[in-house]
C-alpha cells in the first residue's frame, strides 16, 4: 500500500515569510508525528497527533511553529516568519497507534531559509 | 528524561566485513522500545526493528543481527558479510509506553562500505 508522503520536497523561501508542510500518513493509521532533522540538532520530536488532537506539542521550538490535523488524515506545519535557523528536513511519521507499534516516515521536506 | 547515544559518528570497512554499530540508551521507566532506523543516501528513514524492554532476545534477520542487553543498557547491531548496498546512516531510537511515545533519536552512525 502507499506509504507516508509528503509536500512539498523541497521549498525555498525567504526569512519572514510562511510556509505550509503537508503531510499524508498511511491510511488508518490514528498517531502522526512531525519530526525535524537537521545538523547541528540532529532528529527532534516536534508534535504528535492522536487522531485530530495534539496532546503533546512539547518539540515545538517556538510559537512561530504550529500544527493541525483534519479528519483524523492529513497535517499540515505551518511556520510563519521563518528565520534562517528553521532550515531543516521536517519529516512526518505514522504508525497504527502510539509507541508500541513502529513509526513509518515519509521522505521529508527539506525546508531552506534563504 | 531519556536519552540514546551512539559513539560512533563514522565508519568504514570493506565489503564483506562483518561490522557492529552501537547504541547505548538511558531511561528510568522500566517498560519501553527499541528502534533501529536506517536512513539510505536518498533520506528516507527505513524501519528496520522493534524490541521492547521484556524481550531481551536476540534476533537475526539475514544478514542483521541485534543484540539487546538490559544490564549495560545496550542495543547493538551487527552486519555479517557487509554489502555496498548497506551504506547508509543508522539510527537507534527509544520510546516509552508514557504519553506520546515520541522517538528519542541517537546521534546516527554513518557506515560506508567500500567495494
Known amino acids: 500500500g502507499a506509504g507516508v508522503s509528503q509536500s512539498p520536497s523541497n521549498k525555498v523561501t525567504e526569512k519572514g515569510k510562511d510556509v505550509e508542510l503537508r503531510c499524508d500518513p498511511i491510511s488508518g493509521h490514528t498517531a502522526l508525528y512531525w519530526y525535524r532533522q537537521s545538523l547541528g540538532q540532529g ?3 516536534l ?12 518539540g515545538l521550538p517556538s510559537d512561530r511553529f504550529s500544527a493541525e490535523r483534519t479528519g483524523g488524515s ?3 506545519l505551518t511556520i510563519q516568519r521563518t528565520q534562517q535557523e528553521d532550515s531543516a528536513v ?18 521529508g521536506t527539506r525546508l531552506t531559509v534563504t | ?21 552501537d547504541c547505548v540508551y538511558e531511561t528510568r521507566d522500566t517498560t519501553y522500545y527499541l528502534f533501529w532506523y536506517k536512513q539510505p543516501p536518498s ?4 524501519f528496520l526493528i522493534r524490541r521492547n524492554s521484556f524481550d531481551e532476545q ?23 558479510a557487509s554489502q555496498v548496498v548497506d551504506s547508509a546512516v543508522y539510527f537507534c531510537a527509544l520510546s516509552t509506553v508514557q504519553g506520546a511515545q515520541k522517538l528519542v533519536f541517537g546521534q546516527g552512525t554513518r557506515l560506508t562500505i567500500n567495494p
Do not use: H
Request: glycine letters at 6%; charged letters at 20%; one cysteine or more.
Open chain 1, 47 to 58: 508534535i504528535y497527533f492522536q487522531g485530530n488532537s495534539a496532546p503533546d506539542k512539547s
Open chain 1, 74 to 76: 492529513v497535517s499540515t
Open chain 2, 58 to 80: 536476540n534476533e537475526i534477520s539475514g544478514r542483521y543481527s541485534w543484540n539487546f542487553q538490559k544490564s549495560t543498557s545496550s542495543f547493538n547491531f551487527t552486519i555479517t
Open chain 2, 1 to 21: 528524561a531519556q536519552k540514546v547515544t551512539q559513539a560512533q559518528t563514522e565508519i568504514s570497512v570493506v565489503e564483506k566485513e562483518d561490522v557492529t554499530l
Open chain 2, 43 to 46: 533520506g528516507e528513514l527505513v
Open chain 1, 90 to 107: 521536517y519529516l512526518c511519521a505514522s504508525s497504527q497507534m502510539r509507541g508500541a507499534y513502529e513509526q513509518y516516515f515519509g521522505p
Open chain 1, 43 to 45: 532528529l527532534e520530536f
